[in-house]
Structure formats: C-alpha cells, structure tokens
C-alpha cells in the first residue's frame, strides 16, 4: 500500500517515503546518458591522417560534446568544399588550419617579446610593419627625407622576396639598412646610439612579419622546405659558435637560438600535432588525401582551439 504526500509516495513494504523527484531526475539521467551512448556509437572512431584515428569518446572526455562536434564539423565542411583533388585538398587544408591557430601564435609571440598585441597584429600587415617602421624611424631621426622612406621599402622588399632566406635573416637585412641610415645622419657611432629597447622592439616586430608571411604555406613540400631551412641554421649556429653572448650584463649561451624558430613553433600543439600527421601521410603513405580526413583533422583542430579559449576566459573570469 502507498500513500501519497507533498514530500513523496510512501511505500509500506519499504516502511519509508519514495522522493517522486529523484526517482524522475535519475529517470532522465539515463535516458540522457542512453541518448549520449547512442551519438557517440555512431560517431565511433574518427578517421585522421597517416592511418591514425581518435576515438568519439575520448574527444567527449575532453570536453567536446556531440553537438558541438556536428557543428565545428559542419563549419570544416565549409572551408573545404571546393578542394576536390588530392592536391586541392592539402591546400586548402593547409589555408584553413593555417588560419585557425594563427592569432594564437601572434600572441604567443608577442608575450614573449614584450610587445602589446596591438602592435603584434599591426605588424602581420604589409602596410602595418611599414608604418611600425616609419613611426620608429622618426622617433630616431632616420626620416629626414623621402630617401629613407625609399630605401626601407626597397629593403622590405628585397627582404620579402628572399625566398631562400629565413624570417631572422630577412630582419637582419632591414636593421643593417636602418644602421646606414643612421651613420648617414648621425655619424660613425649613430647605429650604435639608437635607443635599444625600441630597436629591440621592431626587429621582434618585423621578425614577426616576415615569419607571418613564410608561413602562408600552400603545400607540404613547402612546409617541409620552411622547416629544414629553420633546421640547417640552427646547426650551423649550433656548430658556429659556443661563445657567451652578454645581453642586459646577463651571460647567455647561444642567445641567437632563440630567434631560429618559425611562426608554426607558437601554434597550439593539436594544430602541429595535425600538421605532423599530414606529413607522414604525404611522405610515407601511397593513399591520397581525402575529403573526409582532412575535415575531421580540421574540426578536431578547432575543437581544441575552442576548448583553450574556453580555459582562457575561466582563468580570467578566476582572477589567477
């Protein structure tokens, strides 16, 4: 027998009251978590490149939810619906995951250099580094005519289309053509006299820009071109020098190292961990790219972009 109250059903041969609430609740929260087998099953194991695969449920176990994983992918879907060929689809693939992390890598950048992320945005700019340019330019008194202003561009562009050169050594071009410039107009010992942490901030700035531009990569072949030179002058400074480099009255070893990294270095790991993938696909694998791939690695990717920036806002809104 039962008897039923505001508080819940009493049940004699339990000798206690039945809480209808939680009976409900507990109802629904195996329903839903059925509902969740269900979508997870048939998600089953995501496809990625080089013959690798993530599981729907470790992916949910990070965070990801089923909706959330429809919807990213739907997004990814659309930025690779034109590439076809397997061709096409490495460089579109390589255009939009390129894309997704790389506001992230400017402002991993721009902490470690001390620079305001304004001026780090600015700076991934054609018009913006030479405004950044000329604005540093006058403050040193290096624009005293339109000449300057020539000879800066002659050497951006010089330095631009050295293709063969690497992001450090392009912005070397340009500091040695703002030293001439400064001899011009203040002597011998002028280059020498330009204030240094303002000279420290542009070269961090156009190292930025040039390694903005020289990873706008359309092929792996290019990727991995990029990556080996990177890798040929970090040996050969590596091999050049063992010398102590005195920087702030800090001694510092090899204190060039750490300017011999390219843009892909500040990248979230899931976007380079996908890049690796993608090399070893094309490099040690006989099977083309295809569509479906190529949209799981991007969405996942992105999933993960969007997780950090939920992590982010947490910390922030947390005060730590």
Request: proline share 2%; hydrophobic share 40%.
């Amino acid at each position: 027998m039962s008897y039923d109250t505001d508080m819940g059903i009493w049940v004699s041969d339990l000798d206690g009251y039945i809480d209808i609430d939680a009976i409900n609740s507990e109802n629904e929260r195996e329903a839903e978590q059925e509902r969740l087998d269900v979508e997870l099953d048939q998600l089953g194991d995501i496809a990625l490149f080089s013959g690798k695969s993530v599981s729907s449920r470790v992916i949910y176990s990070r965070g990801v939810t089923p909706e959330q994983w429809r919807w990213t992918r739907h997004r990814a879907e659309a930025s690779l619906s034109q590439a076809q060929t397997s061709a096409e689809i490495e460089t579109a693939f390589l255009k939009a995951i390129l894309s997704l992390g790389r506001r992230y890598a400017v402002a991993r950048f721009a902490r470690q250099e001390a620079l305001s992320f304004s001026s780090a945005i600015t700076a991934t700019f054609p018009h913006g580094i030479r405004a950044l340019l000329y604005q540093f330019m006058a403050g040193e008194k290096l624009l005293s005519d339109n000449s300057c202003r020539n000879s800066i561009q002659r050497t951006l562009h010089h330095a631009a289309s050295s293709s063969d050169r690497i992001a450090y050594e392009k912005t070397g071009l340009v500091q040695q053509t703002l030293h001439v410039l400064a001899i011009d107009a203040g002597g011998a010992n002028a280059a020498q006299q330009l204030e240094k942490k303002r000279m420290r901030q542009i070269l961090a700035l156009l190292r930025l820009h040039f390694s903005v531009n020289e990873s706008r990569v359309r092929t792996v072949s290019e990727l991995n071109s990029m990556n080996a030179r990177y890798e040929q002058m970090r040996i050969g400074t590596e091999e050049e020098t063992s010398k102590d480099i005195i920087i702030s009255g800090k001694k510092i070893r090899n204190w060039k190292m750490r300017f011999l990294h390219p843009l892909l270095f500040y990248y979230p790991y899931g976007i380079r961990n996908s890049l690796n993938r993608l090399i070893l696909h094309t490099t040690e694998s006989d099977s083309s790219l295809t569509p479906i791939v190529a949209t799981n690695e991007l969405c996942l990717a992105d999933c993960g972009m969007q997780l950090m920036n939920i992590a982010a806002k947490e910390k922030a809104s947390s005060g730590e």
